[in-house]
Each structure stands twice: as structure tokens, then as C-alpha cells.
């Protein structure tokens, strides 16, 4: 009986991926918050990059240009990943990319916004 329980719920987790998690890095004017979709990202499948940005009043910020950086910091001569995001809604800002292979990952996005550019980095592994 305990080794068909161990089974079922064996069985049960299969196929499920995991939830997106909220990478949140804070400046002197900015909140930015990046999810990637799927997460774990595969590699070689596409991924959704969307960073959401608010002012230090907690307010959208709509208007900015995001390019986003993509590298393996172990990994010295890959080549560029660079997506531009559009922004979709106010403050909210998407980019579709390729994760190129498994591990830790470096995803710098460039926010400019009235001829301020802000520098973020964020971490993350794929599967």
C-alpha cells in the first residue's frame, strides 16, 4: 500500500513545470522585477523575457527602451544574445530569446529612459 502512495504521488508531479520566480533588483529611481517564462528556461526552446519597472513612487514607467544582455559568465566566446523589448502594457516590457545551453546565466538589461540609462543584472539557470 505505502509503495503505491509513493507511486501515485510520484506520479502526480510529472509533466508539472516549475513556477516563474520574480528576480527583483532596486535602484535610487527604479523597481525593476524580471520573470522568464518557462521557468527553468530549456535551452534551445523559446523563452519569454518580461521585466516590469516601476519609479520610486511605485508608479509604471512607461516609455523606456530595454535591451537585454544575455551571457554565461563561464563561458567567454558565445555568441551575442541581445533581444530588444517592446513594451506590451504600462511599466511591462517583453522579449522573446533562446537560452543556447544549460546553466548559470547573466541577463544584463540596458533601461533608458529621457536620456538616463540605468544597468541591471540578473541571475538565473536553465534546466
Given amino acids: 500500500m505505502l509503495l503505491c502512495l509513493v507511486h501515485l504521488l510520484a506520479l502526480s508531479s510529472c509533466g508539472k513545470t516549475a513556477s516563474p520566480v520574480s528576480l527583483t533588483q532596486e535602484t535610487d529611481s527604479l523597481t525593476a522585477t524580471l520573470v522568464v517564462f518557462p521557468y527553468p528556461p530549456v535551452p534551445m526552446r523559446d523563452a519569454t523575457l518580461e521585466l516590469t519597472l516601476h519609479d520610486a513612487g511605485g508608479q509604471p514607467v512607461s516609455g523606456a527602451k530595454v535591451r537585454f544582455d544575455l551571457t554565461m559568465p563561464s563561458c567567454v566566446s558565445m555568441p551575442p544574445n541581445r533581444p530588444e523589448a ?28 529621457a536620456g538616463v540609462s540605468e544597468q541591471l543584472t540578473f541571475y538565473l539557470a536553465t534546466k
Fill in 86 to 113: 517592446t513594451e506590451d502594457e504600462p511599466g511591462v516590457y517583453r522579449a522573446q530569446t533562446i537560452f543556447t545551453m544549460a546553466g548559470a546565466w547573466q541577463i544584463d538589461a540596458d533601461v533608458s529612459l
